[in-house]
Nanobody, 115 residues
């Protein structure tokens, strides 16, 4: 059974930083493009960042220059370093693992940016 377990969310003030982590169980990590998506109340889930098996990153325009995605193949973990956070970054952040054959989601972690 595949599990994606997120951690690292919380409440921060504008301009502060957070790092999200997502640990993947099973044997999918080495095969998957890993990613982070987010969903704010009343909005659709949107892409934040992805990273391929060959560590090529891709970012939404809204987070370029502020967020960094990375993966650790030893720990089977993907990270999202979020700097210079803004109130509009407030959302539930979901970890995703996908290939051409499957697509898995984590349970989500809340990030709230507020003064």
């Amino acid at each position: 059974q595949v599990q994606l377990v997120e951690s690292g969310g919380g409440l921060v003030q504008p301009g502060e930083s957070l790092r999200l982590s997502c640990a993947a169980s099973g044997r999918i990590f080495s095969l998957a493009t890993m990613g982070w998506y987010r969903q704010a109340p009343g909005n659709q889930r949107e892409l934040v960042a992805t990273i391929t098996r060959t560590t090529r990153p891709n970012y939404a325009d809204s987070v370029k220059g502020r967020f960094t995605i990375s993966r650790d193949s030893i720990k089977n973990t993907v990270y999202l370093q979020m700097n210079s956070l803004k109130p509009e970054d407030t959302a539930v952040y979901y970890c995703n693992a996908q290939s051409s054959l499957w697509n898995y989601w984590g349970q989500g972690t809340q990030v709230t940016v507020s003064s």
